[in-house]
C-alpha cells in the first residue's frame, strides 16, 4: 500500500485497526496481569508529560479544484448514479472547496495490554466567512480484541479500494463509520476475523412505495398515509474473514439487516389502515475485496478488485440512485385491500470495481481503474401498458477514472483525476413532455447519459 492511497482512504494507518501487523499487536488477547511498560515505542508518538499516555496528532489540510458536465452535478451527488439526460440539471460546473481533518491517537500500555482511544473530526467549507461545521468522524476504544465505538464498518474492506479524487465515490466503491461492538481473532500467519453488532439505522433505511395496483392501500387514509422506518431490536450482525502477507491481502464479509417499516397517517400516528400496518423481514449483504501486490509492474505496484451484492440491505452499496432503500412496500394482496401493507418486494444491488496502481518513481504514481453496479427495485415504476400496472425500477452504472499524483515533498500530494461516468434507467427515464422522472416507464425516450468531471486534489497532510 502507499502512503498516498492511505492517506486518501480518510483512515491513515492509525484507524486500519483490523488488518496487518498492527491488528496483531494492538488486539491481542486479553492476558495474565504483568508489570506495566511505561514508555513509547511507537513510531510517531510521543510520551504526554506526567502520564503513562503515548499519543500521536494527524490530520490533513485540503483544497479540491473540480468541473463537470451540465448531466453530472458531481458536487451534488458524488457518484456517477447522478448524471442524468441533457439539459435536466445545471450547467457545465466549475466550483472548489477546502477539508480540514484532526485526529488524537492515545494509547497506553497496561497489565491487560493495549488500551486505546482514537478521535477524529473533520470540517468542510461550505462557502460561508465562517465554514462548516466540525463533525465527528471516529470515535472509539479499543481494549485488547475489543472495539468499541464509531469506526469503519467491519463489512468494509479499505484495501480494495481504489485510490482517486476526494470529490467523488467511484461506482462499486463503499464507506461506511457506524458505531458498533467489535471482536477480532487473529490466529496467525496473517489471518483474522471480525465479528461485531452495528448500529442497524445507519443513515436511517428507507422503502420505497410500489407502483400500480401494488400502491399500499392509502385510500384508507384519505391519500395521508407514508411508510416510514420502524427502528426495530436488532442490530446488525457483521462479520468478516481475512488474509494478508507479502502478496497482499483478501477478505470476505458478509452482514444481516432486519427490515422494519410501518405505515404512519399524520406525524407519527398510526394510519388507519386495515389489516397489516407493520411488516418485517431480514435483508443480507456478501463482499469480496482483494488486493494483490505486483512487484514485476513496479515497486509498490498494485491491483484491486471488489465485489458487493445486496439483497434487502442497500446501505452496505449504498452509492446508488435509491441510496439507502432496503424493499418496497405496498398492498400485501391487492385484491383484497383488507390485508393491509406489507413489504412486498427487496431492493437488490451487485456491483465489480477494480484498478491499477503504478508507481512511476518514488514521487509520481497514477491509478486507473473502472466500477459497473445495478441496481433494481421490483414493482415500483407505472406502467399502463403492462397487467399489474407496474414495471421493475432497473439502473445500470459504469465509471471509468484515471488519475496522476505527485509528491513533490513529504506529506505533500497533488492528484488530478478524470472519471467518466454512464447511466441507464432502463426503460425508466424521461417522461414525453420532456421531463426527468426515472419512475416512468417510458421505453421510448432518452434514459441513458455519459458526463465527465475533472478534480485536483492539493493534500498536506501531518
Known amino acids: 500500500m502507499t502512503k498516498l492511497k492511505t492517506l486518501l482512504l480518510g483512515s491513515a494507518t492509525a484507524i486500519a485497526f483490523t488488518t496487518g501487523a498492527e491488528a496483531a499487536d494492538m488486539m491481542m488477547d486479553v492476558k495474565a ?24 496528532v494527524g490530520g490533513y489540510a485540503m483544497l479540491v479544484a473540480y468541473a463537470s458536465e451540465d448531466q453530472w452535478d458531481a458536487f451534488g451527488t458524488g457518484a456517477a448514479y447522478g448524471i442524468v439526460p441533457d439539459g ?6 466549475v466550483g472548489m472547496y477546502a477539508v480540514g481533518r484532526v485526529n488524537f491517537d492515545a494509547r497506553t500500555s497496561t497489565e491487560y495490554g493495549t488500551v486505546r482511544a482514537y478521535v ?3 470540517a468542510t467549507d461550505n462557502d ?59 490466529f496467525g500467519k496473517g489471518v483474522s476475523v471480525s465479528v461485531a453488532v452495528e448500529d442497524q439505522d445507519y443513515t436511517t433505511p428507507s422503502a420505497i412505495t410500489a407502483a400500480g395496483l401494488f400502491a399500499p392501500v392509502w385510500g384508507f387514509c384519505g391519500g395521508g398515509c407514508a411508510v416510514v422506518s420502524n427502528r426495530n431490536e436488532l442490530p446488525d450482525v457483521v462479520a468478516n474473514i481475512k ?28 394510519a388507519p389502515v386495515p389489516g397489516n400496518q407493520t411488516d418485517s423481514e431480514i435483508g443480507w449483504a ?30 452496505y452499496n449504498q452509492d446508488n440512485f435509491l441510496w439507502t432503500t432496503n424493499t418496497v ?40 481503474g473502472a466500477g459497473y453496479q445495478n441496481v433494481s427495485a421490483p414493482l415500483t415504476v407505472f406502467n399502463a401498458g403492462a397487467p399489474s400496472l407496474s414495471s421493475d425500477f432497473d439502473m445500470d452504472t459504469y465509471e471509468i477514472f484515471g488519475n496522476v499524483s505527485w509528491m513533490p515533498v513529504a506529506n505533500l500530494t497533488i492528484m488530478f483525476g478524470v472519471h467518466y461516468g454512464h447511466v441507464d434507467f432502463n426503460g425508466a427515464g424521461t417522461t414525453p413532455a420532456g421531463g426527468f422522472d426515472p419512475f416512468t416507464a417510458n421505453p421510448g425516450a432518452t434514459d441513458d447519459q455519459g458526463a465527465l468531471a475533472v478534480a485536483l486534489d492539493i493534500v498536506r497532510s501531518f
Open 33 to 56: 496481569p504483568r508489570e506495566p511498560v511505561y514508555r513509547c515505542d511507537i513510531t510517531g508518538f510521543i510520551e504526554l508529560p506526567g502520564t503513562d499516555i503515548c499519543f500521536k
Open 88 to 93: 435536466h440539471t445545471l450547467e457545465d460546473t
Open 120 to 122: 477524529e473530526m473533520q
Open 128 to 186: 460561508t466567512r465562517t465554514g462548516g461545521s466540525f463533525d465527528l468522524r471516529h470515535a472509539f476504544v479499543q481494549f485488547g480484541n475489543w472495539t468499541f465505538g464509531k469506526t469503519w464498518s467491519t463489512f468494509l474492506s479499505l484495501d480494495s479500494s481504489p485510490v482517486y479524487t476526494d470529490l467523488l465515490t467511484v461506482t462499486g466503491d463503499n464507506f461506511m463509520r457506524r458505531n458498533q461492538i467489535r471482536y477480532t481473532q487473529s
Open 243 to 270: 488474509a494478508e502477507g507479502d502478496w497482499g491481502s483478501a477478505q470476505l464479509s458478509g452482514a444481516l439487516h432486519k427490515n422494519a417499516f410501518r405505515d404512519v397517517f399524520l406525524g407519527n400516528a398510526p
Open 286 to 315: 456478501a463482499l469480496f475485496g482483494l488486493l494483490v501486490n505486483t512487484p514485476t509492474t513496479g515497486e509498490g505496484d498494485y491491483i484491486t478488485f471488489k465485489a458487493i451484492y445486496t439483497d434487502g440491505a442497500t446501505q
Open 329 to 368: 412496500w405496498g398492498a400485501c394482496d391487492w385484491l383484497v385491500p383488507a390485508n393491509g401493507d406489507c413489504s412486498v418486494e427487496t431492493v437488490t444491488t451487485w456491483s465489480v470495481l477494480a484498478s491499477f496502481t503504478h508507481n512511476w518513481s518514488p514521487t509520481w504514481s497514477s491509478t486507473v
